[in-house]
């Protein structure tokens, strides 16, 4: 495995603690929770989509997809390393385009539309 994958796995390993709650939260949402929590939960999913974002959306993540999409670095990758880089380098540049905040809000919305 390369360095730099193994660099940026931690950042992934992040993002996926902060999406397995989220996905909880949902499942939760959808099944178990009283509709009167649909306000709280829907904070709470608002707050770890902001965590996720911050998770991913910052220079250094940045910085080592770039790295790991050059040439050099793609021949020290699997099939599997080189398919999740160019998945995860795909999301990192269609989210930086939305400011944290208002991803944030878009959650929230997302979140309390679902009582809906």
Known sequence: M????EQLQ??????YAYRTALVLLSW?????APKKALANTSKAVA???????????????KELLNSL???EEQEKLTPYEKAIV???????????LIPQEEYQEFQLLLAKSKAA
């Open 2 to 5: 390369s360095i730099l994958f």
């Open 47 to 61: 707050i770890l989509s902001g965590e996720r974002y911050k998770a991913l959306i910052k220079p250094e993540v």
């Open 69 to 71: 999409s050059t040439e």
């Open 28 to 32: 939760d949402r959808s099944t178990l």
């Open 10 to 15: 931690t950042h992934l390993d992040k993002a």
């Open 86 to 96: 160019k998945n995860v380098k795909k999301n990192f540049e269609d989210l930086e």
